[in-house]
């Protein structure tokens, strides 16, 4: 039932979101279009429900050629590769709205667990892999709300960057998207939604963690 009624969601909110945000879209496409290297729409492969790889869309934040460059598909704070007016749409989450076509595709949902690059799939330990694959990934997660510093905190680590991510980010965000796939409702999707909103307002928020039951254990600076 709950599932259903998901997908109902899904398709009613991206709808109006799209129809709102239409005539946001068109100011940024003109400046991406004539700022960093032109490029306006950012297509990636990601790892969707059972496995199956599907193009996810953003607006360009970042070099054509920066998954070639520095960290690779790992991004950190303040990171060169990132355009200036990059830098503002991925501080404001701008950057993930047509994701939203995604959504009325049917390729994410609002909420599940973030898609990842099949690089940073394979991060994850296999048990995690298994089960992150049996629902469709989402815009937002509770993992994504949690690691909203995550940049920061890559270019705070000590040591081996990739290496950081894979042993110690990895894991316990993997934890979260498991929980995520166990207690997805309709009532955990909205509070989800909710809470990105209030990250995206008020970044050092962190109550929205007593909304829900059973988290993993904390994170060393989770909440810095």
């Known amino acids: 039932m709950d599932k259903n009624l998901i997908r109902l969601f ?17 100011p940024i496409i003109i400046i991406l279009k004539f700022t960093g290297e032109g490029e306006i729409f950012y297509l990636q492969e990601r790892v969707g429900k059972d496995g199956k790889l599907f193009k996810i869309i953003k607006f ?31 501080r404001t989450k701008i950057n993930e709205l047509p994701q939203l076509i995604n959504v009325l595709k049917g390729d994410i949902s609002f909420v599940g667990p973030r898609p990842q690059t099949p690089r940073c799939f394979y991060a994850f330990p296999e048990e995690v ?8 990934p989402g815009i937002t997660s509770l993992a994504a709300v949690v690691f909203r510093n995550e940049e920061e905190m890559l270019s705070e680590s000590v040591g081996n960057i990739l290496e950081f991510y894979d042993k110690v980010i990895a894991p316990y965000k ?33 109550f929205y963690l007593r909304w829900f039951k059973d988290l993993p254990l904390s994170f060393p600076n989770l909440n810095k």
Do not use: C
């Not at 892999?129 to 629902?135: A, F, L, P």
């Not at 955990?188 to 995206?200: E, G, Q």
């Open 10 to 26: 899904d398709i009613i909110l991206s709808l109006i979101g799209l129809i709102i945000l239409t005539p946001l879209f068109f």
């Open 60 to 90: 360009t934040t970042m070099l054509k050629d920066s998954p070639h460059m520095g960290t690779g598909l790992i991004t950190i704070k303040d990171d060169p590769r990132i355009l200036p007016f990059g830098r503002f749409l991925r």
């Open 129 to 136: 892999q298994k089960e992150i694959i049996k629902v469709k």
């Open 174 to 206: 993997g934890q979260l998207e498991k929980w995520i796939v166990k207690n997805i409702n309709l009532k955990n999707y909205f509070l989800i939604i909710i809470a990105t909103i209030i990250v995206v307002v008020f970044p050092k928020a962190k």
